[in-house]
Each structure stands twice: as C-alpha cells, then as structure tokens.
C-alpha cells in the first residue's frame, strides 16, 4: 500500500473511532486499527526518508475508556 492510501485508510479510521459507534469490543479493534495504520505509515516515512511529525502536533489518539 502506497504513502497516499495508507494515510486515507488513517483518516477513515480515525473518524470511525471518533464517532465512537459499537460496543467496548469494537471501540479497542477500532483502536487498534488506528495505531496500525499510524504505525505502518511511520515505518513506510522512515524508509522512504521522509522526516517523523514534530511532536505535539495533534494527530496522536489517546484511548478513551
């Protein structure tokens, strides 16, 4: 998956977790999907060259209970 998709994919599930619709179950697996995406979006940046996001830039999700 290129640069471009995988930081759609984050957007889209992002807004998932955001409107926070299902049981506890689902709200981690969204979650989880979450970090993945931001994951495996750092990693492929790292490869690629491309400088990590400054921190405090607003774009970490913190796990709400």
Request: proline share 3%.
């Given at each position: 998956?290129?640069l471009?998709?995988?930081?759609s994919?984050?957007?889209i599930?992002?807004?998932?977790?955001?409107?926070?619709?299902?049981?506890?179950?689902?709200?981690?697996?969204?979650?989880?999907?979450?970090?993945?995406?931001?994951?495996?979006i750092?990693r492929?940046?790292?490869?690629?060259?491309v400088?990590?996001?400054?921190?405090?830039?607003?774009?970490?999700?913190?796990?709400?209970?």
């Open positions: 998956m290129d471009n998709q995988l930081l994919n984050h957007q599930a992002l807004i998932r977790y955001a409107v926070g619709n299902g049981d506890a179950e689902e709200r981690g697996s969204q979650y989880d999907l979450v970090k993945d995406y931001e994951s495996r750092a492929l940046r790292h490869a690629m060259g400088p990590a996001y400054p921190k405090g830039n607003g774009l970490l999700v913190s796990r709400q209970a």
